[in-house]
């Protein structure tokens, strides 16, 4: 069995592991590249809140927690932070979103690896063919893609996409008359990234988040507690 087909929970949560976490505010002011690696919850401006819920987004990879867990866990966090709970729509699409980027990154490094890219030719876009996909998604639906090229919309590249990818090999590329510089991307699409401020998992590097404004001695409990998450 080729090594892309399957995706072990190990390389989708070493993603995860690696998304910082700050405050909307913060995240506003990143580039687009960066913001892939961050991680933040409008209205939460307690990095340790914050953690503990990209912490249950984590768990939920490697556990395979289902969106009423989640939820539960998400309320109980809250709660004894203080907190007000989050409208049910927020906490699925922090769920959905989370889940999703850190399975679409593994996805994108496997299929960028060295040792198995030059078999490669790229990746198609596959929706869920359902009635919820959203229109400038399904203008996608089965476009190939070579690899390098529109690495923005390898999904999820918006909040609550539910959409996948599925590699295509040289051979199939050629069996289909594929090139690389391939059909452009419907318009609509290109609008929609346009205008979102979410950045697909395969667009993005690591980096080293600004810590000066925040309170000395919570900054250094965040630290002790992140462990081997080390900034």
């Known amino acids: 069995m080729p090594p892309w087909t399957e995706l072990p929970f190990s390389q989708a ?20 590249e960066e913001r892939a690696l961050a991680f933040t919850v409008t209205g939460v401006n307690r990095l340790d809140v914050l953690q503990h819920i990209l912490d249950a987004v984590t768990d939920a990879v490697a556990e395979g927690t289902t969106l009423a867990e989640f939820a539960g866990d998400l309320d109980g966090v809250l709660s004894t932070a203080g907190l007000d709970p989050l409208e049910p729509w927020r906490g699925e699409t922090i769920f959905r979103t989370g889940v999703q980027s850190a399975y679409g990154r593994g996805r994108w490094e496997q299929m960028t690896d060295p040792d198995i890219a030059g078999e490669i030719f790229g990746w198609r876009y596959l929706t869920v063919g359902d009635d919820r996909v959203r229109k400038e998604h399904a203008a996608l639906e089965s476009h190939v893609f070579a690899t390098g ?15 996948s990818s599925e590699v295509v090999l040289n051979d199939e590329a050629a069996a289909e008359g594929l090139a690389v510089g391939g059909r452009a991307v419907p318009p609509e699409s290109q609008e929609a990234l346009l205008s979102s401020d ?10 080293r988040p600004d810590l000066s404004g925040f309170d000395p001695g919570l900054v250094g409990r965040f630290l002790a507690e992140k462990g081997d998450r080390g900034l």
Request: proline share 7%; net charge neutral.
């Open 198 to 207: 979410f950045v697909s998992p395969a667009v993005s590097y690591d980096y």
């Open 149 to 163: 090229e529109g690495d923005a919309f390898f999904p999820p590249w918006d909040f609550q996409c539910r959409c």
């Open 13 to 32: 949560r070493a993603f995860l592991l690696r998304k910082k976490v700050m405050t909307r505010e913060a995240f506003d002011a990143l580039l687009a």
